[in-house]
């Protein structure tokens, strides 16, 4: 194995990929699509949205692998930053520079590897749009159109964050390794902690902008009868499934963590001009289906408290997820695979119980 050298402009490169503050944040569906299409287009297992940090590579976008990052000393990745044009390697194990590595060797298994160098406004490249494959091909004039086209995409959506200002500032406020402990590792959407820190932050921006909040308490049915009838590594697959599933309902700029074990957290941010029923509704009917999983198809829904929150006056965070919690159970006790409104009585009779208890 032949490990790629930096580029002559690692230094500017890191700062300028650092300083987009896309590292280690949450998986969003606007990415996603666009690794989901190049797998469509180009007939390939595998596509990732590589940026190439010091010392990994860490995927933004990952369709194929259960893996969020890898070393970037075994990286082909790195080898196709060194250049502005697409990386290939028709077959890795005909490849000096890669016959060995371990991911040739190993799992995933690479023979067929292409990389689309994603450039920034400086000119720096900051990773790549990748297609994989495990055998051994080539990429027509037109497929090799597709995937510069497609790696054009990705680069104009990494300049343009279209997170909400309370996810941006949390973001912006982290070093790599806080991020990397905000994130679920499994779903890779927010963890509890960082949700809940997100809810806080919205909380005020709503008060302050006398906005509307929507905030979605939603549980998978049956989730525990799933996981003892299939296996953990099937209850693991619908998880990442479903949490794609949930972001891809969700507008760009709201939040979704993953609360408990099966439970999600999603905030609509700023939803006075929409209607906040109508997108649980969309990601109760996304998520609704037959997900196929490591012991075969499994059919999964998701029940959903919806809270609707004109902020009028300061909330503590705790009140707006007990009201959503009681719709939840309410959802649960009517025959699950629903979503049922939240009333604002329960919110202010979770707030008075609060002030009774302090």
Same mark, same amino acid.
């Given at each position: 194995?032949?490990?790629?050298?930096?580029?002559?402009?690692?230094?500017?490169?890191?700062?300028?990929?650092?300083?987009?503050n896309?590292?280690? +944040? %949450?998986?969003?569906?606007?990415?996603?699509?666009?690794t989901? !299409?190049?797998?469509?287009?180009?007939? *390939? $297992?595998? #596509? &990732?949205?590589?940026?190439?940090?010091?010392?990994?590579?860490?995927?933004?976008?990952?369709?194929?692998?259960?893996?969020?990052? +890898? %070393?970037?000393?075994?990286?082909?990745?790195?080898?196709?930053? !060194?250049?502005?044009?697409?990386?290939? *390697? $028709?077959? #890795? &194990?005909?490849?000096?520079?890669?016959?060995?590595?371990?991911?040739v060797?190993?799992?995933?298994?690479?023979?067929?590897?292409?990389?689309?160098?994603?450039?920034?406004?400086?000119?720096?490249?900051?990773?790549?749009?990748?297609?994989?494959?495990?055998?051994?091909?080539?990429?027509?004039?037109?497929?090799?159109?597709?995937?510069?086209?497609?790696?054009?995409?990705?680069?104009?959506?990494?300049?343009?964050?279209?997170?909400?200002?309370?996810?941006?500032?949390?973001?912006?406020?982290?070093?790599?390794?806080?991020?990397?402990?905000?994130?679920?590792?499994?779903?890779?959407?927010?963890?509890?902690?960082s949700?809940?820190?997100?809810?806080?932050?919205?909380?005020?921006?709503?008060?302050?902008?006398?906005?509307?909040?929507?905030?979605?308490?939603?549980?998978?049915?049956?989730?525990?009868?799933?996981?003892?009838?299939?296996?953990?590594?099937?209850?693991?697959?619908?998880?990442?499934?479903?949490?794609?599933?949930?972001?891809?309902?969700?507008?760009?700029?709201?939040a979704?963590?993953?609360?408990?074990?099966?439970?999600?957290?999603?905030?609509?941010?700023?939803?006075?001009?929409?209607?906040?029923a109508?997108?649980?509704?969309?990601?109760?009917?996304?998520?609704?289906?037959?997900?196929?999983?490591?012991?075969?198809?499994?059919?999964?829904?998701?029940?959903?408290?919806?809270?609707?929150?004109?902020?009028?006056?300061?909330?503590?965070?705790?009140?707006?997820?007990?009201?959503?919690?009681?719709?939840?159970?309410?959802?649960?006790?009517?025959?699950?695979?629903?979503?049922e409104?939240a009333?604002?009585?329960s919110?202010?009779?979770?707030?008075?119980?609060?002030?009774?208890?302090?």
């Amino acid at each position: 194995m032949i490990e790629a050298p930096l580029p002559a402009d690692e230094n500017d490169r890191l700062r300028t990929l650092h300083g987009m503050n896309i590292l280690y +944040t %949450p998986a969003e569906d606007r990415i996603d699509r666009v690794t989901r !299409l190049a797998c469509r287009l180009l007939n *390939v $297992p595998i #596509a &990732l949205v590589s940026l190439v940090d010091n010392e990994c590579q860490w995927f933004k976008s990952v369709q194929g692998l259960d893996a969020s990052e +890898t %070393p970037r000393a075994v990286s082909f990745c790195a080898h196709a930053i !060194l250049d502005g044009d697409t990386f290939i *390697v $028709p077959d #890795a &194990l005909e490849d000096p520079r890669f016959a060995d590595n371990p991911l040739v060797a190993g799992e995933p298994h690479i023979r067929f590897y292409a990389g689309q160098p994603l450039v920034a406004d400086d000119g720096s490249r900051l990773g790549t749009l990748c297609v994989i494959d495990r055998e051994p091909r080539k990429l027509s004039a037109e497929d090799l159109e597709t995937l510069r086209d497609l790696g054009g995409w990705v680069a104009s959506e990494l300049r343009l964050s279209q997170l909400s200002e309370a996810q941006r500032q949390l973001i912006a406020e982290r070093q790599d390794l806080q991020r990397r402990a905000m994130i679920d590792s499994l779903t890779r959407v927010w963890n509890r902690e960082s949700i809940l820190e997100v809810l806080d932050r919205e909380i005020e921006r709503a008060v302050r902008e006398r906005g509307e909040l929507g905030v979605i308490l939603a549980d998978l049915d049956h989730f525990k009868q799933i996981n003892d009838t299939y296996g953990h590594p099937a209850g693991d697959t619908i998880l990442r499934d479903v949490a794609k599933n949930i972001r891809g309902a969700i507008r760009t700029y709201d939040a979704v963590g993953r609360y408990g074990g099966e439970e999600f957290l999603i905030l609509l941010i700023n939803c006075r001009n929409h209607d906040p029923a109508a997108i649980a509704e969309r990601i109760r009917n996304r998520v609704a289906g037959e997900y196929e999983t490591p012991a075969g198809p499994v059919d999964v829904s998701l029940s959903m408290g919806l809270l609707v929150w004109p902020a009028t006056e300061r909330v503590e965070a705790v009140s707006l997820i007990a009201a959503a919690d009681k719709a939840l159970y309410r959802a649960k006790s009517n025959g699950r695979d629903r979503v049922e409104p939240a009333w604002l009585d329960s919110v202010k009779d979770e707030s008075e119980a609060d002030l009774t208890a302090g």
